[in-house]
């Protein structure tokens, strides 16, 4: 889509969030047996250690929709704590 719309001055880019911590992530975690244990895996699995916030997220696209970024075009985002970029090493006991 970008390399068919480029000359009519339409960019086109998309934005790949992580696990966010969204209502719907709240709801699931609500429901589980243990809702602080399964908060706290998804959050171990997360490079930042964190889950990524919906607004985050929102200033990824509000960034991509602004003049800012008028020479961005055919871009993936990733607005994800690092899980696609980044295989880090198991910690280690000291950690």
Same mark, same amino acid.
């Given at each position: ?5 480029? *000359? +009519?001055?339409? *960019? =086109?880019? %998309? =934005? ?5 911590? !969204?209502?719907?992530?709240?709801? #699931? ?11 706290? &895996? #998804?959050? &171990? *699995?997360?490079?930042?250690? *964190? ?6 997220? $929102? +200033?990824?696209?509000?960034?991509? $929709?602004?003049? %800012?970024? &008028? $020479?961005?075009?055919?871009? $993936? ?9 980044? !295989? #880090? ?7």
């Amino acid at each position: 889509m970008p390399a068919d719309h480029v *000359r +009519e001055g339409i *960019r =086109v880019n %998309c =934005v790949n969030p992580g696990t966010a911590d !969204t209502p719907w992530i709240g709801r #699931l975690l609500d429901a589980a047996p243990d809702p602080e244990a399964e908060c706290a &895996a #998804l959050e &171990a *699995r997360q490079p930042t250690g *964190r889950l990524v916030r919906a607004a985050e997220v $929102a +200033e990824a696209v509000a960034y991509l $929709a602004s003049p %800012c970024a &008028a $020479a961005v075009t055919g871009t $993936a985002l990733s607005v994800d704590g690092g899980m696609q970029g980044l !295989t #880090l090493r198991p910690r280690s006991p000291a950690d």
